[in-house]
């Protein structure tokens, strides 16, 4: 088991530029999230999908867009970086328990850089 | 949902059990606590969870007061690996987790 797999891990970008960050699990996880972290800072929830082809908003959704296509992929846009953000990227997947706790794995994170 | 707080730092001398507070005064009846930390720039680690009693695992003891406004994550032996950052989040049945600021565990030799 791969766990929860970033792509890419490394990235600079120029302002206006897009790309795309890449989320794969092979946990059967229904639950996806994204998350940034600027230095010296906590996580912020990005947005999350609780299915295929599901998403919703988190904390900070501006300027990102995130699809679902299939359960095992969670996709986060930027179709025009800025240098505000700059910043680690973090996804996570979870299952919900028969207790009804939730539980996170999280990537290793991708560190992107817009100049 | 319930906000929490925590200190913003924290030294434990190494072998010495670290005693991490939570304080999460309006959590109500359905809602879990969870502990989390992220060692340097890593991917944050799943550490422990509990509704209402206390719990144990490998890595640590959670200790929630009775009426559940507040908990303490415990460290029984803490070692240099353990300096960390801890995030202590309370979340119900809903499915956004949010991270709060934390507490930074220092483990001094």
């Known amino acids: 088991n791969a766990g929860v797999t970033q792509t890419p891990k490394f990235r600079v970008l120029k302002t206006g530029q897009s790309m795309t960050l890449l989320c794969a699990q092979d946990?059967?996880?229904?639950?996806m999230y994204w998350y940034r972290q600027d230095p010296g800072m906590g996580l912020r929830l990005i947005h999350y999908?609780?299915?295929?082809?599901?998403?919703a908003k988190g904390e900070v959704p501006d300027g990102y867009n995130v699809s679902r296509l299939k359960k095992q992929n969670f996709l986060l846009g930027l179709e025009s970086a800025a240098p505000s953000q700059t910043s680690v990227y973090f996804c996570?997947?979870?299952?919900?328990?028969?207790?009804?706790?939730?539980?996170?794995?999280f990537g290793a994170g991708s560190r992107l850089t817009v100049l | 949902d319930a906000k929490t707080t925590q200190p913003p730092s924290m030294d434990c001398a190494e072998g010495r059990a670290a005693n991490l507070p939570c304080n999460h005064s309006?959590?109500?009846?359905?809602?879990?606590v969870y502990w989390y930390r992220q060692i340097h720039s890593q991917g944050p680690q799943y550490i422990i969870h509990?509704?209402?009693n206390n719990e144990t695992n490998e890595m640590a003891s959670l200790i929630i007061t009775e009426d559940r406004k507040s908990s303490t994550l415990i460290l029984p032996h803490a070692t240099l690996r353990d300096t960390a950052v801890y995030y202590c989040?309370?979340?119900?049945?809903?499915?956004?987790?949010?991270f709060g600021a934390g507490t930074r565990l220092t483990v001094k030799p």
């Open positions: 996570a997947s979870s299952y919900h328990g028969s207790s009804g706790a939730n539980v996170l794995t």
């Open positions: 946990m059967n996880h229904e639950y």
């Open positions: 999908s609780v299915g295929e082809g599901t998403t």
């Open positions: 309006t959590i109500s009846g359905n809602e879990y």
């Open positions: 509990g509704l209402k």
């Open positions: 989040i309370v979340r119900g049945m809903g499915n956004d987790m949010r």
